[in-house]
Each structure stands twice: as C-alpha cells, then as structure tokens.
C-alpha cells in the first residue's frame, strides 16, 4: 500500500503571500489531519477532514484553511503568510473504521522570509 | 483529551532496554495511549497503543498501570536507528478525533 505523500518537499514565500500544500493521502484512508510543526516543538493540530467535511480545528485563524476531494487527498492553503508560519506542515491520514493511529507523511518545510 | 507528562530527554544504551514513562493522571476511562516517535526530519511514526492491558508488537511493548494514570514504553533491544523524539498521546479514539502532541522525550542511543 502507499503512504502519505507530501509536494512540495521545502517552499520559500514572501511575508504576504498565499500556499498552497498539497497531500496524498494513503490508500484506503478517508480521514486527513493536518499539523504545524516549529522547529524543536511537537506538532500543533491544525484541522481534520473527514468526508471532504471539516471535522475539527485546532487554534488557527481563517486564514488557514482546507480542502479534501473525492479522492480523500487534501489541500493546506495559507493567506497573508506571516514570518511565524515558518514551519513544518504534517499530513496524516487514518480511516475511521481503523483503531490503528495516523499515517504521517515527510511534511512540507515552509520558510517564510 | 488528556494531557500527559513525559521527561525531556534520556540516553540509553545500544543493545539494552530503553524504558520511557508517561504520566497522565486524568486519563477517562474512553481513553487510549499511543505512542508515536518522530526521527529528526520525518513526519512521526506509529508504534503502538492500548486501552488497559498490556501491549506488544513488533516494535515494542506498552505497560500501562493498572489504574491507567501511567504507562512506559519499552524498546527491548534499543539500536541507534531509535534515536528520536517519542510522543505519548492519550486519545479518544473512536469519534476519530485528532492527535494531541506535547513536546516528547528526545532519546539518544549511544553505542
């Protein structure tokens, strides 16, 4: 089965700018979470996507938002980029029927300069 | 979901048994732990979980107490390769919900 695959790799944006992440999710999976991770800190829940529905946040602003298709892979996307949205963004996908944890995948690093 | 209190790092040893605690003292009874690590530029990796008895797998082993206030993960034969940050995360599991990390216990395995 596949993992979770992450594109890009390692971004560099402009304070004021707009991302946009991208996530495959693994095969079989319905459910994509989304992490920020800062350098030396664990990951800080972002929001969850369950169905293409947003199914929980964490405390992020609106100008984090998301998206799930049909296929169940999913978008990050990040307006007005400030120098503290430097960081590592984490996909994880899980199905809702599973007791196992998340499938994680290598993260996005977003430098914002 | 619970918090939980994990020491910031440890060493152990190549070959011998690494022992890593969790507290979480107001754990509900809906609640799992999982254990999760995260080697240094990867996204964090599964390793196991458990309600109230004790668990094993390929990786490790989970005990947890028998009033659930606390658990320790053990790596039975620890190689350099399990030098990580490890996250104890106590969840309810089934409504789905997200994950909840702290800051972890950074292990080092030394030769």
């Known amino acids: 089965e596949t993992g979770v695959t992450q594109s890009p790799t390692h971004l560099i944006k402009t304070r004021g700018q707009q991302v946009t992440l991208r996530c495959s999710s693994q095969?079989?999976?319905?459910?994509v979470s989304w992490y920020q991770q800062a350098l030396g800190q664990g990951p800080q829940f972002i929001f969850q996507?369950?169905?293409?529905?947003?199914?929980g946040r964490g405390n992020f602003p609106p100008r984090f938002s998301g998206l799930q298709f049909p296929n169940y892979s999913s978008e990050l996307n990040v307006n007005a980029l400030e120098l503290d949205d430097s960081a590592l963004y984490l996909c994880?996908?899980?199905?809702?029927?599973?007791?196992?944890?998340?499938?994680f995948g290598s993260g996005t690093r977003l430098t914002v300069v | 979901d619970a918090k939980t209190t994990q020491p910031t790092s440890m060493d152990c040893a190549e070959g011998r048994a690494a022992n890593l605690p969790c507290n979480h003292s107001?754990?509900?009874?809906?609640?799992?732990v999982y254990w999760y690590r995260q080697i240094h530029s990867q996204g964090p990796q599964y390793i196991i979980h458990?309600?109230?008895n004790n668990e094993t797998n390929e990786m490790a082993s989970l005990i947890i107490t028998e009033d659930r206030k606390s658990s320790t993960l053990i790596l039975p034969h620890a190689t350099l390769r399990d030098t990580a940050v490890y996250y104890c995360?106590?969840?309810?599991?089934?409504?789905?919900?997200?994950?909840?990390f702290g800051a972890g216990t950074r292990l080092t395995v030394k030769p």
């Open positions: 995360i106590v969840r309810v599991t089934y409504n789905n919900n997200d994950m909840r």
């Open positions: 107001t754990i509900s009874g809906n609640e799992y």
């Open positions: 994880a996908s899980s199905r809702d029927s599973l007791m196992r944890g998340y499938t």
């Open positions: 458990g309600l109230k």
């Open positions: 996507y369950y169905r293409e529905e947003e199914n």
């Open positions: 095969s079989g999976h319905n459910t």
